[in-house]
């Protein structure tokens, strides 16, 4: 039976491919108020229609508040299931409560080591966005996001939290801890690829904004433009969207390493918004710069 998260992850999913095609094709036919509420930052609707969605658009700077929000959550969600498994605390009753309503989850899907592993991934991952998108980024003051945009953001970062330590021992099912799962086969075999992977990943990922930032910054770190330029170097000359090409990486190495029906959900969706918004980055690249390379696709090297 599919669970709250898994019905909402899937309704996106379906909602950004279908959206992001009927407006990929057949834009002309695509009321104004769905472009302007699927298109943002520097592709965003430019027409005269659905003017009226300004009054819940908001600066894409907002962006930041979704890694504090990840930073704090995956923190104390970290550090609460440290305490749980190696101190001997027991899961607070309101806790599992609530995790059985969203879950809706009776007995552990993964091991304690598979999800403390993923707890840790995720937590270096959202505190590293945090760092770059309060210090590193710049964020032009005309480039705006619809409000549905930002609540999905902080949805997203919430359960892809919560299904990581949900559906593991103690945080589901009985409370026996001669019972638990501290590590399985599968875990064993993949856990350090993983690991590795999903660093250099998050490297890539670093990498990829610093150079966003230099564009529109001298050499001593001032902002001198925020106006967008063609971006070149790394992972850039392959694809126009490297760090979206590593947000998917990422989530596929989180998913083999909590490999749930949940996880799969909201992985389904990361790459349905991931895929769809580096489409509309590498047309609004085409259309804008006449000298932009031919030779880059999208997100996957040489495919898309």
């Not at 806790?95 to 993964?110: A, N």
Request: glycine share 6%; aromatic share 16%; proline share 3%.
């Amino acid at each position: 039976m599919l669970n709250i998260l898994d019905l909402g992850f899937l309704g996106l999913s379906i909602t950004v491919t279908c959206t992001g095609f009927l407006i990929s094709n057949y834009e002309k036919h695509v009321p104004a108020f769905i472009i302007k509420g699927f298109k943002y930052g520097s592709f965003a609707y430019q027409g005269s229609g659905a003017n009226y969605l300004q009054i819940i658009e908001m600066p894409k700077a907002f962006y930041r508040h979704f890694y504090a929000f990840a930073s704090m959550f995956s923190t104390v969600t970290l550090l609460y299931a440290f305490l749980v498994y190696f101190t001997g605390l027991s899961v607070h009753s309101y806790v599992v409560f609530i995790l059985k309503l969203i879950l809706e989850q009776e007995q552990p899907s993964v091991s304690v080591v598979a999800a403390c592993i993923g707890l840790i991934l995720l937590t270096i991952q959202c505190i590293r966005r945090c760092y770059e998108t309060y210090c590193l980024q710049v964020f032009a003051k005309s480039s705006k996001m619809n409000l549905s945009h930002y609540l999905a953001g902080l949805v997203h970062y919430f359960a892809v939290i919560v299904a990581a330590v949900g559906q593991a021992p103690l945080f589901c099912g009985n409370q026996d801890r001669s019972k638990i799962l501290w590590i399985d086969t599968w875990t064993k075999m993949i856990s350090i690829p993983c690991v590795l992977i999903f660093l250099w990943a998050g490297y890539e990922q670093y990498q990829s904004n610093m150079i966003f930032a230099k564009l529109r910054k001298d050499k001593l770190g001032n902002i001198v433009t925020e106006s967008h330029r063609i971006p070149h170097g790394r992972l850039f000359e392959r694809v126009s969207s490297p760090h979206r090409l590593c947000e998917i990486i990422m989530y596929t190495v989180l998913i083999l390493l909590v490999p749930t029906r949940t996880y799969f959900c909201i992985y389904l969706w990361v790459i349905c918004n991931q895929v769809q918004t580096a489409i509309q980055a590498h047309v609004w690249y085409n259309k804008t710069f006449k000298e932009y390379p031919k030779n880059r696709t999208a997100v996957f090297p040489g495919i898309l």
